[in-house]
């Protein structure tokens, strides 16, 4: 997984509440084996029209936008469905950061599994930058995870964010689960000796 | 030991090592996997060389991508044959049980999951799908995650996870006629908003829900996802022992009495904690229709369409007049006068054998109404099978519902069941997203009584007051 440090980036705003992942990437791509190549059918039936032609008022299509690797959304983004394809389309369009006043758990998990930051600001911040960069596609901010702060050049915005420091440890190393839990294994092989003194667990 | 909730009491058992500021390595006693979702994770162990650490605990099922029609027809989409071949090649390579579309067991993951007596009580279940949650209305925490998280567990057979929170959501009273378990959780999603039990590990209780039979618990705990909780759970009493008893895979004779003995332990003790109540009134609960593009867009069958002005909130106005923009809705309009295209009765929320005979009842010496396309799907092979036995399909044919093979179908348009653009469906299934049913689908989600009834009028009705 790639390592998450500090990044300065123009901002896209996506101003609408409770974006559910069936909108990130809806189902019709669900059906590669691959994990990547998903990027060009992020937000796919908001950002084409029914020809495949890109719809201009969505903001992923605009210049001084479409470039950026911040995204900033309104609450209990990625709600819905499991799919991790959700964090892969985002991080394959070039998105590193989505900032929002609240995630759904599923899509926050996600996201630390793949290089995605998500960042929890208090709602009145997050509609500050959301305005500011509506306002000014050449609007840009900074986030910095060692320092759990986001600022603008300006810094009219400053904000510190909140992050459990094991996951934060994790985005910074780019470390990745699956290694990490392999070093506990032989705690979970004395987990399984003793469940099954006690008449372990039934098998599938 | 101080009180505990069911789920402290499932969790305990499963740390393998929970240390300070770091998330605990939970054991997994269960891990469904399916075509969509786990294609990238046996990758991933493949690329690093790594084995399925407990076959003996994985069961994979092939059923999002399966077409409903005659077995004996080819899959028409190459990409959705891929991915079936993919889930066929890695459960055979990495040695898991599968059961593929011609299984005479295949289905919806979390129906056969319950139906083989794989979902026990106190068990910890996982699947890399949002409505694993279904599981936990035997008194198991069952969790969908993602795929990393899936390849987590098929090399480790634990996950990594921060403890979430409690909720007790309490419906008191008893429900009255016509008025469903769907209509009870889009009842609570109503209530408390789509991100309302975010963070938290709902546990179901009260009156309403003890008398609900298991079909019914499932459909409410398989919604909990849409309210934004990890899990809902349902404590087990007599109800789930006997839907039990007998089940393949399931303990037998002196084994399955020992077993119900610990089952009966686990439910919540006298005076344990919850985080956060929500208390319902079954009594005043409705039968509800969605009429908007998440399901907390909600609205009992006798309201009218909400005035996206008479909100507070700018974001809310926003995203309701969105919403019915999407829908093409008009606002103050009566629900019942809603006219349908589409019906489809089916998904995991409601194609268990209960909600097929409810639907059958309402469906029996009717007609489906001559401007709506309506379909059947039972949840599983061995559904169809006793829905045969009873002569439902019968009764839904006679009517003019189509009578389909067994999968997710319709729910989420991943096969060829799906919606054309601006078509309006009746659907029992759980998610009424834009394009959840096929891209420019309107989905309004509703009680299978409410889905056959809406099939013969052609509009929502209320089927308490309904007679066909």
């Known amino acids: 997984m790639e390592a998450f440090k500090t990044l300065n980036s123009g901002v896209a705003p996506l101003n609408r509440v409770n974006v559910d992942t069936d909108q ?26 029914e020809k495949g032609n890109e719809k201009p008022d969505f903001v992923l299509n605009q210049d001084g936008y479409k470039d950026a690797s911040i995204l900033v959304s309104g609450r209990n983004f990625g709600c819905g469905s499991s799919r991790e394809h959700a964090p892969w389309a985002l991080q394959d369009f070039g998105i590193r950061v989505i900032i929002a006043p609240s995630f759904a758990d599923i899509f926050h998990n996600n996201c630390f599994q793949n290089g995605v930051l998500p960042v929890v600001l208090p709602e009145d911040v997050v509609q500050k ?37 094991f996951r934060r440890h994790c985005m910074l190393n780019g470390l990745d689960d699956i290694g ?3 070093e506990d294994e032989d705690d979970i092989t004395s987990y399984e000796r003793e469940r099954s ?4 667990v039934v098998p599938a | 030991m101080a009180p505990r909730t069911m789920f402290e009491k499932i969790w305990d058992t499963h740390v393998v090592k929970s240390e300070e500021g770091k998330p605990t390595v939970l054991y997994v006693d269960l891990h469904l996997v399916h075509e969509v979702t786990s294609p990238q994770a046996f990758d991933g162990l493949r690329m690093a060389g790594r084995s399925v650490r407990r076959t ?18 080819p899959i028409t989409d190459p990409i959705a044959q891929q991915q079936l071949d993919e889930l066929s090649k890695n459960c055979d390579e990495f040695g898991v049980t599968l059961y593929d579309r011609f299984s005479p067991l295949q289905g919806i993951v979390h129906v056969i999951g319950p139906e083989q007596g794989y979902t026990q009580p106190g068990k910890t279940i996982v699947c890399g799908d949002s409505h694993t949650s279904t599981h936990g209305a035997f008194g198991a925490f069952a969790m969908g995650i993602g795929t990393s998280e899936v390849e987590h567990v098929l090399a480790t057979q634990t996950l990594r996870q921060f403890k979430p929170k409690t909720m007790e959501v309490r419906v008191d009273g008893k429900l009255s006629p016509g008025v469903t378990a769907k209509d009870v959780v889009l009842g609570i999603i109503g209530k408390i908003g789509i991100g309302g039990a975010t963070g938290h590990v709902i546990e179901y209780t009260g009156e309403a829900i003890r008398t609900l039979s298991m079909e019914g618990r499932m459909t409410v705990c398989n919604m909990s996802i849409e309210a934004g909780a990890r899990a809902g759970m349902v404590a087990p009493d007599a109800t789930t022992f006997e839907y039990m008893r007998g089940r393949e895979n399931v303990p037998k004779g002196t084994d399955f009495d020992k077993a119900v003995a610990a089952w009966e332990e686990l439910g919540t003790d006298e005076g344990a904690q919850y985080d956060q109540v929500v208390v319902l009134d079954a009594e005043e609960l409705e039968p509800h229709v969605t009429w908007g593009t998440n399901p907390g867009m909600v609205a009992p069958i006798t309201a009218r369409i909400p005035i996206p002005q008479e909100y507070e909130d700018s974001g809310e106005q926003e995203s309701v007049t969105r919403a019915l923009d999407y829908m093409d809705l008009e606002p103050g309009m009566r629900i019942e006068d809603i006219e349908i295209d589409r019906v489809f009765i089916g998904s995991c929320t409601n194609s268990r054998i209960d909600d097929l005979r409810a639907a059958a009842k309402i469906a029996e010496g009717n007609k489906v109404d001559e401007s709506v396309y ?15 036995d009873e002569g439902l399909d019968k009764i839904f044919m006679q009517a003019g519902f189509d009578w389909r093979e067994a999968g997710c179908s319709m729910c989420l348009g991943m096969n060829p069941d799906i919606l054309k653009p601006g078509e309006r469906c009746a659907s029992t299934s759980n998610r009424n997203f834009e394009g959840r049913q096929g891209k420019g689908g309107r989905t309004h989600l509703v009680s299978p009584e409410m889905a056959a009834a809406a099939a013969i009028e052609g509009h929502f009705v209320d089927v308490r007051d309904w007679r066909g």
């Open chain 1, 197 to 200: 003194e006690h008449g372990g």
């Open chain 2, 56 to 73: 003996d605990l994985t069961v994979a099922v092939a059923d999002h991508n399966t077409p409903t029609w005659d077995l004996s027809l």
């Open chain 1, 129 to 165: 930058i959301i305005e500011h960069s509506e306002n000014d596609p050449d609007y840009r901010i900074t986030v910095d995870l060692e320092a759990q702060r986001v600022w603008d050049e300006n810094e009219e915005i400053v904000a510190d964010f909140n992050m459990e420091p």
């Open chain 2, 374 to 388: 309506a379909m059947v799907v039972p949840g599983s092979n061995a559904i169809k099978r006793q829905a045969e």
């Open chain 1, 24 to 49: 990130i990437i809806p189902k019709q791509f669900l059906k590669r084996v691959e994990r990547t190549g998903f990027g060009q059918f992020l937000f796919n039936d908001w950002r084409f029209d």
């Open chain 1, 180 to 182: 990490l839990t392999l």
